[in-house]
């Protein structure tokens, strides 16, 4: 089974619509959706794993994209900010995928965002901001800006 972790944008004319539905319907793929705020009329932010055959995987997303909707890989929606990370390892023992995770011949934190579920916790854990998720539709989340 092939699964991606995916960031929606729905145009808020097709908010109203029922295209997550038709990936299981049309496609024969699972999902789960992790994180969702869509009212009607109004741009829509969608957080989904969806998993499937990869042909069919990828049908549903060429179906996405066609639909108006603009699909992201998680990975492409989180950022670790370097500079400003004190290695202090906090958000490893929150992070549920192992995404981040201490190498423990250099102690330094290591960011995998491959597999990261994108579920947030590392950004409200984290006492110096150095993560930063786009999911919000109105703001970043994490990186403090000047």
Known sequence: MYTKMLVLRFPRIITDKPIVCALSREFDLCFNILKAEILPGQEGIMVLELSGHKKNVNKGLRYL?????????????????????????ACTGICPT??????RETMEVIFDPKQCKGCALCVSVCPVRAMEIRFSKDKILGYRTP
């Open 65 to 89: 994209r066609s639909s108006g909707v603009k699909v992201k890989d998680v990975e492409q929606e989180i950022r670790r900010n370097g500079e400003l990370c004190i290695q202090c390892g």
């Open 98 to 103: 192992t995404a981040l995770h201490i190498n």
